[in-house]
């Protein structure tokens, strides 16, 4: 039985995927931003009142079908992450399969967290039904409704260390690759490092600073590229 010699192994690993593949990687990460700012961003906005139960429960009685959508909309995106990850598993493994493995291993681990952290959501929405404004709602109802808000909101920051951890290998595999730029690895550490930042800031200091608003900007470069440039072709990447 024979091997392929290391060098045909190393030429295996630097060829560059179909053009296509690296555009629906870009596509299916740009899809993720509606998702994320509608159910992060948007939904919040409009339902929830930090440190004030009344005018949460208020809200939250106001805007039921639009908390629940924002419940949708987050699961929804988990589900486009798993595909989103194991596409990156695939590009990036000939590359470097050592950094490709945890790199797959940490995105995927915050899929179920933040399955799970919608629980207390759909928990907190489940403790307010039949009342029909908030005047009718017990203040130890309130204090319960709060309670579990405040564990998603916990669970949230859990779930973005891994949100952080997955993009550091992956930048490493990136800044070996031969198919990308190099440099591309540079936004994609200052992404993920945004929020790892952010979730241990909030951890240890409830109320901190957070940076992750600004950093995702740089996390946006690499899908952007693969969508409107792609991958170098084979002539380019042997040249």
Known sequence: MTTAPPAANATR?????????????????????????FSFVYVPSVTLVRGDATATVAKLLANEQLFRYGVLSHLVSQVVVVFLVCAFYRLLKPVDPHTALPMLALGLLGVPISFLN???NLTALGLLEGADAAASVS???EAQVMLHLDMGRKGILVAQVLWGLWMLPMALAVSRCSFLPRLLAIPIAIGGGGYLFDSVAQLL?????TISQFTVIAELVLPLWLLVRGVKSSQTSSG
């Open 13 to 37: 690993a630097n060829e560059p995927p179909p053009p296509g593949t690296a555009r629906r990687i870009g596509a299916l990460y740009l899809a993720m931003l509606p998702l994320g700012f």
């Open 118 to 120: 919608e629980v207390h």
């Open 139 to 141: 203040a130890q109802i």
């Open 205 to 209: 200091g409830p109320g901190s600073a």
